[in-house]
């Protein structure tokens, strides 16, 4: 099943609106979780890490100011797209690394289908 | 930073046969390799990795092998299914931050 959930998976909103991604590890505590960005028919670009307890850290090129990052909990991640316009339109995926004993493991959420209208 | 290149972008293979995919690396600090099937519409799955410290792993139908030499791993899945048509991605890292391959959308044939 499942290690990493996403919510919403689908959201449409209008221009201008912002629109809040939740990202949870399942079973396990996250202290670093990551958010990426894909394009149609792309790979995935990491956007930003997202560290708990302290300020997220941003790929160069992302707005700050545009994806606000909050990683309140051990297992709860959140991405805020605020003020958002068309061309935020996207699917935007999570990850969390889960230790096991022979290592960690990287997993990814559902992803979330962003339009923005 | 560590570049990931994957071939090939796009492969056809008949049901039952092999597909193969590659990938090279760049950083040899990297020393962890994950493959990841992602379906239309889904968030990638992880289906098998590889650490730098074994050069072969193997899951049913599916392997990965590394060559650290060289600075490249290779996916290989046995007796295509159709459930196997997807896009699979491998990724590289050793600080946990993943750099992704371009991606490579296998097409089973029935």
């Known amino acids: 099943g499942a290690v990493v959930s996403q919510h919403p998976s689908r959201v449409i909103c209008k221009s201008g609106t912002s629109v809040k991604i939740e990202c949870r590890s399942l079973?396990?505590?996250?202290?670093?979780m990551f958010w990426y960005r894909q394009f149609p028919k792309q790979s995935l670009m990491l956007m930003a890490t997202s560290n708990e307890g302290s300020k997220a850290t941003y790929e160069q090129g992302v707005e700050k100011d545009k994806f606000l990052i909050n990683h309140a909990s051990l297992t709860l991640s959140t991405l805020t797209v605020t003020s958002a316009h068309p061309e935020d339109s996207s699917f935007y995926i999570c990850s969390a690394y889960r230790s096991r004993g022979v290592g960690t493991e990287a997993f990814f959420g559902q992803g979330t289908r962003l339009t923005v209208v | 930073g560590e570049n990931v290149e994957q071939h090939p972008s796009t492969l056809s293979v008949q049901e039952g046969d092999s597909a193969v995919i590659k990938c090279t690396y760049s950083?040899?600090?990297?020393?962890?390799f994950p493959w990841y099937k992602q379906e239309l519409g889904k968030g990638p799955q992880l289906i098998i990795d590889?650490?730098?410290?074994?050069g072969e792993k193997k899951d049913q139908r599916i392997a990965v092998t590394l060559n650290k030499t060289a600075k490249h791993f290779s996916l290989h899945i046995t007796e295509t299914q159709p459930e196997d048509s997807a896009v699979y991605f491998c990724?590289?890292?050793?600080?946990?931050?993943?750099?992704f391959g371009a991606g490579t959308t296998v097409t089973v044939r029935a």
């Open positions: 079973d396990f505590q996250a202290t670093t």
């Open positions: 950083d040899s600090a990297s020393n962890y």
């Open positions: 990724a590289a890292t050793f600080d946990y931050k993943l750099s």
């Open positions: 590889i650490r730098s410290n074994v």
